[in-house]
């Protein structure tokens, strides 16, 4: 049974939930789940985990991602993004005075660490129920702002009445969000029309497999396309163990400092623990005394 991430490249008009259950029934596996969903008019990198690794997915929530995403000004939408119904169209005056300078300077202001609001229409939940649901039944909940960090947003086309950004930005952004926000900031309004997720911590979009391509594939080559668990933790510091080690691990006995001969961490930073062949037995963090160190998930079995 393998275990690891695949890469896939979902396409425009299925959930990331529809998206995963091809995934599981192209490899025949018996766990799958996803590390950060896109919504259904969404494209791009979406990270799908099989098997054991879908306990790794916890180690993904705080990674930096990247878009493409085209903001489409003048329209506001309850939703804030192309699927949602209209509240607010700007006048043609409006529009017809608004310039490309302006667009860069508004875009530009978002660069930096900021307090964002997440959209009534996410799956964010309260009192156990996604907005979305709640939003749907007309009861729109507004949730406190989160602080986020957009590292860089640049403009690769300007095209009236549609921008196109790329966005590089912390875990948690929600790039309707700061379509919606762009749109205010100019007093036009606008909506997200297009997204597509192009990195998510380090995987890349260039490196994914389309879904189709991955059903084509007959159940062992499909399977060639799983990256494993030690691989796609590699931003997380490796310490190799002995075999003496290894069957600690497995029995979940205490792991002392001074027999993983080891200072790669601070405490409360997740290490990766491997054994000779580099397969992953579990994920772990140093205590508060030193000592010794406190397991996070065990994979030996």
Not at 153 to 161: A, L, N, S, T, W
């Amino acid at each position: 049974m393998k275990n690891g991430i695949i890469a896939i490249n979902k396409p425009e008009g299925i959930s990331s939930a529809r998206a995963v259950a091809r995934v599981k029934k192209a490899l025949g596996v018996k766990k799958t789940g996803h590390t950060g969903t896109l919504d259904p008019f969404a494209t791009g990198l979406l990270l799908c985990t099989i098997n054991k690794a879908t306990r790794i997915s916890q180690f993904f929530l705080e990674g930096h991602k990247r878009y493409l995403a085209r903001v489409c000004l003048g329209r506001e939408t309850d939703t804030y993004d192309l699927t949602g119904q209209t509240v607010f169209t700007a006048s043609d005056s409006v529009m017809e005075a608004l310039t490309k300078q302006d667009i860069e300077q508004v875009v530009q202001s978002f660069k930096g660490v900021q307090e964002q609001v997440p959209p009534m229409f996410s799956a964010l939940k309260h009192k156990g129920q996604p907005l979305y649901k709640l939003a749907r039944q007309g009861k729109k909940i507004t949730k406190p702002p989160r602080q986020i960090e957009i590292f860089s947003i640049k403009i690769r086309q300007v095209k009236p009445p549609c921008c196109d950004l790329e966005v590089f930005c912390s875990s948690g952004t929600y790039i309707r969000s700061i379509a919606f926000d762009i749109g205010r900031e100019l007093g036009c309004g606008g909506h997200l029309s297009q997204l597509c997720r192009t990195q998510s911590s380090e995987f890349k979009l260039e490196n994914a497999i389309e879904l189709s391509e991955l059903e084509s594939l007959d159940k062992d080559a499909a399977m060639q396309k799983i990256i494993p668990m030690s691989d796609c933790l590699k931003f997380m510091p490796k310490i190799a163990v002995n075999h003496s080690i290894t069957q600690k691990v497995k029995f979940g006995q205490k792991l002392l400092v001074n027999e993983l001969k080891s200072s790669l961490s601070e405490p409360g930073q997740s290490v990766r623990l491997v054994d000779g062949n580099s397969e992953l037995l579990a994920i772990v963090q140093l205590n508060k005394n030193r000592q010794e160190y406190n397991y996070s998930c065990v994979f030996a079995v």
